[in-house]
């Protein structure tokens, strides 16, 4: 705010960039021939829209008007132009994408964790607590490894 004040007091900013657009045209203030005439126009327009709108009663009840007006208190159907364009199918993508996400992703996400969980429920059971169930199991392992690499040397 304060740089604004700074630049039209005494010129400066006019000053400071005459070297590149030139020196602007002598103000003659709002009281010149052209302002007065302008000023004149202005206050004939006035008194002809007074004179015939100005007068006359304001209805209760806006008149039906034509295609022209109906479709400027419409906003020129610019909100049904957006809606049908931008928010149905807007609407529709969002929709999709929810659905998506809750079968899709969400749907994978819960269906591994339902498998793990119940693998771990099932494995569950077989842990016994005793040395020996863990040692048969290492030592069944081991045979197997073992079997299936003599098949394959052989």
Do not use: H, I
């Given at each position: 705010m304060g740089a604004g004040a700074f630049l039209i007091v005494n010129d400066r900013l006019a000053d400071f960039l005459a070297p590149v657009v030139g020196t602007p045209p002598a103000f003659h203030g709002i009281l010149s021939v052209p302002g007065l005439a302008t000023l004149a126009l202005v206050l004939v327009g006035i008194a002809i829209a007074w004179a015939r709108y100005g007068r006359q009663e304001i209805?209760?009840?806006?008149?039906?008007?034509?295609?022209v007006t109906v479709a400027a208190r419409k906003d020129l159907y610019g909100d049904a132009i957006n809606?049908?364009?931008?928010?149905?199918?807007?609407?529709?993508?969002?929709?999709?994408?929810?659905?998506?996400?809750?079968?899709?992703?969400?749907?994978l996400v819960n269906t591994?964790?339902?498998?793990?969980?119940?693998?771990?429920?099932?494995?569950?059971?077989?842990?016994?607590?005793?040395?020996?169930?863990?040692a048969a199991t290492m030592l069944v392992?081991?045979?197997?490894?073992v079997g299936a690499l003599l098949l394959v040397k052989l």
């Open positions: 209805p209760v009840t806006a008149p039906a008007g034509r295609l809606e049908s364009v931008l928010m149905r199918p807007g609407q529709w993508l969002t929709r999709l994408s929810v659905y998506f996400d809750n079968r899709g992703v969400d749907g591994l964790a339902a498998t793990m969980g119940g693998t771990s429920g099932r494995l569950r059971r077989l842990q016994t607590g005793f040395v020996r169930s863990y392992g081991a045979v197997l490894l």
